[in-house]
């Protein structure tokens, strides 16, 4: 790339610098692109808590999002709490001076007019507790945060269309994203996604060090579900998940998860594993199992309407080997996306509704 980053920008502990010349067909820009957005969303929030204390405090997040050319148009606040913190911001491209506008850009590759960003958890006195309590209700998914996204981005889509507009968020934010990109897919609204460490609701089984490990559990979840579908009409439930997923299949976010991460990893294996029952060509209840969690099929067999925050049907997954540093949740930290130097090979996973259809007929 041709701007070289400092150890300290990746880590977020300085100013970071302009990308004047952004190369919008590369990924690894959009990703920084994306990354930084959503940086920019953290450090707004601490700004703000920060001039409370300190009247004279000189706000550092116009750093972020300027060094990208955008430009902060909302936030969207969380007034759940008193404090009315600020979890997301809306930010609309402003293209440099003597370079191309976006409309001189081929598609699909043009810059986004509108980027809607969703920050993490932020360990501060006045927002720590109900970012905890968030993370929390994400285990039973319950949809709070999500809900207060949606009119904006409806209101932007109706104004530019959803090919002129990305969603990212990180961790917490990550998974309002995902629920946001989800809601709009199912209104046959496909935004370009970025996903980084979302949580994944379950136990990090890609982090055993052995294989056969990891596919005996996955296996004997199965076991255990399927003879809970088997007594609930499964088939039917089956065709029922069959096309929920055919709503929304044509959506393909970008999912961004460190193998060493145990908040995140499990999407990893979830793929895998849901690859791996498909090409074996398993009954349909068995497929039904591997792209469903215990919990939403617990909910469905009892009437139930939960559906597991990593159910997507399709996604392009970056996997960052890299342990990075040495603390436990490094490698959960946002600050590794923004370093262009990762070497990472995506690999496309994508539910194919016609091959599914095929084998309920045989």
């Excluded at 940086?39 to 750093?63: I, L, T």
């Excluded at 939403?296 to 996604?315: K, R």
């Amino acid at each position: 790339m041709a701007n070289k980053f400092e150890e300290e920008e990746v880590s977020g502990d300085c100013t970071p610098i302009d990308l004047k010349n952004i190369d919008w067909t590369s990924r690894d820009y959009r990703r920084i692109v994306a990354a930084r957005l959503v940086k920019g969303v953290y450090q707004h929030e601490e700004d703000r808590q920060d001039k409370k204390k300190d009247a004279k405090y000189e706000s550092k997040a116009p750093f972020w999002w300027k060094s990208v050319h955008f430009r902060h148009v909302r936030d969207i606040i969380d007034a759940s709490i008193p404090c009315h913190s600020i979890f997301g911001c809306i930010f609309k491209y402003k293209a440099p001076k003597n370079t191309s506008k976006p409309q001189d850009i081929p598609s699909p590759h043009r810059p986004p007019k509108y980027v809607i960003a969703f920050r993490g958890t932020v360990l501060k006195k006045r927002t720590i507790v109900r970012d905890l309590i968030m993370d929390a209700l994400l285990l039973f998914n319950l949809k709070t945060k999500y809900k207060n996204s949606l009119d904006p981005v409806h209101d932007i889509i109706d104004e530019v269309g959803s090919e002129n507009v990305w969603l990212a968020g990180h961790s917490l934010g990550a998974a309002i994203a995902l629920q946001v990109g989800k809601t709009m897919a199912r209104e046959t609204h496909y935004i370009e996604t970025y996903l980084f460490n979302p949580p994944f609701c379950s136990l990090p089984v890609e982090m055993v060090p052995s294989r056969k490990l990891k596919t005996g559990y996955r296996m004997a979840r199965n076991v255990v579900t399927a003879g809970a579908l088997a007594m609930k009409s499964a088939i039917h439930r089956n065709q029922q998940s069959n096309d929920e997923f055919s709503k929304f299949c044509q959506w393909i976010p970008y999912l961004f998860v460190n193998e060493n991460d145990p908040i995140s990893c499990e999407y990893i294996g979830y793929f895998e594993h849901r690859e791996k029952m498909e090409s074996r060509g398993t009954d349909r209840i068995q497929r039904y199992i591997a792209r469903n969690s215990l919990i939403s099929v617990g909910s469905c067999l009892y009437g139930g309407d939960v559906e597991a925050l990593h159910q997507i049907p399709s996604t392009l997954l970056f996997k960052n080997r890299i342990a990075w540093k040495l603390t436990s949740l490094e490698p959960h930290h946002l600050s590794q996306w923004l370093d262009p130097n990762l070497v990472l090979r995506p690999k496309l996973y994508q539910f194919n509704l016609k091959n599914e259809e095929n084998k309920a007929q045989d």
